[in-house]
């Protein structure tokens, strides 16, 4: 019998000492008919993390890295290196799996699959602070083949802890931007361009949406913002060789009108399309995101009485980030 791994689990964390417990647990529950391994990466946790994931280092194929120093949001690339497996999946350790057949499943389905380069379920958006929650998605096919336009019947971004990647379509020694590899709408197009993707509907893992994360915490405002620099230079990583369809994506998160749209949409100019995007962002950042002068826009002055005036201004709004 073959005991060697099926799918490497990537348990990322960092400061994530209410939430790691749960994360592991999840993981460990798994019921599969096949040995699987965990990466454990912390980078370099400052609330007591890195102690609690130091207990597992144990555990047969179980591995622990533990940063010495905080990556500054590399730490999932660089363990991207640990996958010796033909699967493999990213959890973050302050997300958890509810379904113990999740990875079973998930195996099954791509085996049965060899068109399909990842795999991926529904997830339950869990609101800490609201005590709420919600599906993430609501998807009416199976089968998600690269599309050929954006819309949401064709183009869907699952959680990243739905995802089960098959590892031989992930070629790091051809990604210029580590971004690519490790940000969630990212690598998600990454793979469509691989492959297909099965989708499964149902929930089998939980997303808790703590305001705390890099994301989650950013402003809305912020948050789109970053998402259109992702898409940016995903179009850059492809050599603008999809930008009909990422141009349409970015121009939804920014709320562009529709003449810069078709510019973006339709010009095959590499420097123009390069240098438009920049000034569309640089735009959207001066007029959401930065910090405006004090000084009013508008001052008008009104009388009051013999010896007083209303003094009216109309200034700008201020730190929406």
Same mark, same amino acid.
């Given at each position: 019998?073959?005991?060697?791994?099926?799918?490497?689990?990537?348990?990322?964390?960092?400061?994530?000492?209410?939430?790691?417990?749960?994360?592991?647990?999840?993981?460990?529950?798994?019921?599969?008919?096949?040995?699987?391994?965990?990466?454990?990466?912390?980078?370099?946790?400052?609330?007591?993390?890195?102690?609690?994931?130091?207990?597992?280092?144990?555990?047969?194929?179980?591995?622990?890295?533990?940063?010495?120093?905080?990556?500054?949001?590399?730490?999932?690339?660089?363990?991207?290196?640990?996958?010796?497996?033909?699967?493999?999946?990213?959890?973050?350790?302050?997300?958890?799996?509810?379904?113990?057949?999740?990875?079973?499943?998930?195996?099954?389905?791509?085996?049965?699959?060899?068109?399909?380069?990842?795999?991926?379920?529904?997830?339950?958006?869990?609101?800490?602070?609201?005590?709420?929650?919600?599906?993430?998605?609501?998807?009416?096919?199976?089968?998600?083949?690269?599309?050929?336009?954006?819309?949401?019947?064709?183009?869907?971004?699952?959680?990243?802890?739905?995802?089960?990647?098959?590892?031989?379509? +992930? *070629?790091?020694?051809?990604? %210029?931007?580590? !971004?690519?590899?490790? #940000? $969630?709408?990212?690598?998600?197009? &990454?793979?469509?361009?691989?492959?297909?993707?099965?989708?499964?509907?149902?929930?089998?893992?939980?997303?808790?949406?703590?305001?705390?994360?890099?994301?989650?915490?950013?402003?809305?405002?912020?948050?789109?913002?970053?998402?259109?620099?992702?898409?940016?230079?995903?179009?850059?990583?492809?050599?603008?060789?999809?930008?009909?369809?990422?141009?349409?994506?970015?121009?939804?998160?920014?709320?562009?009108?529709?003449?810069?749209?078709?510019? +973006? *949409?339709?010009?095959?100019? %590499?420097?123009? !399309?390069?240098?438009? #995007? $920049?000034?569309?962002?640089?735009? &959207?950042?001066?007029?959401?995101?930065?910090?405006?002068?004090?000084?009013?826009?508008?001052?008008?002055?009104?009388?009051?009485?013999?010896?007083?005036?209303?003094?009216?201004?109309?200034?700008?709004?201020?730190?929406?980030?």
């Amino acid at each position: 019998m073959n005991n060697a791994p099926l799918v490497t689990v990537l348990l990322i964390t960092y400061n994530h000492v209410d939430y790691f417990e749960k994360a592991i647990q999840s993981v460990l529950a798994q019921k599969t008919n096949f040995p699987f391994q965990i990466v454990i990466s912390d980078d370099a946790s400052t609330d007591g993390t890195s102690e609690i994931v130091k207990k597992y280092k144990d555990i047969p194929n179980v591995k622990v890295i533990i940063r010495k120093e905080n990556s500054c949001g590399k730490n999932t690339y660089l363990t991207l290196s640990e996958i010796n497996t033909k699967y493999f999946t990213v959890l973050e350790a302050d997300d958890y799996w509810c379904d113990e057949n999740k990875l079973q499943t998930q195996v099954d389905i791509l085996e049965n699959n060899p068109d399909c380069s990842f795999c991926a379920h529904n997830t339950l958006v869990n609101y800490p602070n609201l005590k709420t929650e919600k599906e993430y998605l609501r998807c009416p096919t199976k089968i998600f083949k690269f599309p050929k336009k954006l819309t949401k019947r064709y183009f869907i971004e699952p959680h990243t802890s739905s995802r089960l990647y098959r590892s031989e379509c +992930l *070629k790091l020694d051809e990604i %210029k931007n580590p !971004l690519i590899a490790t #940000y $969630d709408i990212a690598i998600n197009f &990454y793979y469509l361009t691989k492959g297909n993707l099965y989708y499964i509907d149902k929930i089998m893992s939980v997303y808790n949406y703590t305001n705390k994360g890099v994301y989650s915490s950013a402003s809305s405002y912020l948050q789109r913002f970053k998402s259109a620099s992702v898409i940016k230079q995903i179009n850059e990583e492809f050599d603008y060789k999809y930008n009909n369809l990422l141009s349409r994506f970015f121009s939804t998160r920014l709320n562009l009108n529709f003449f810069s749209y078709l510019l +973006l *949409k339709y010009s095959t100019n %590499k420097e123009f !399309l390069s240098s438009f #995007y $920049d000034k569309i962002l640089k735009t &959207y950042e001066r007029n959401y995101l930065c910090d405006w002068e004090q000084k009013p826009i508008m001052k008008i002055s009104v009388p009051f009485g013999s010896k007083k005036r209303v003094v009216f201004e109309l200034r700008r709004e201020k730190n929406r980030v």
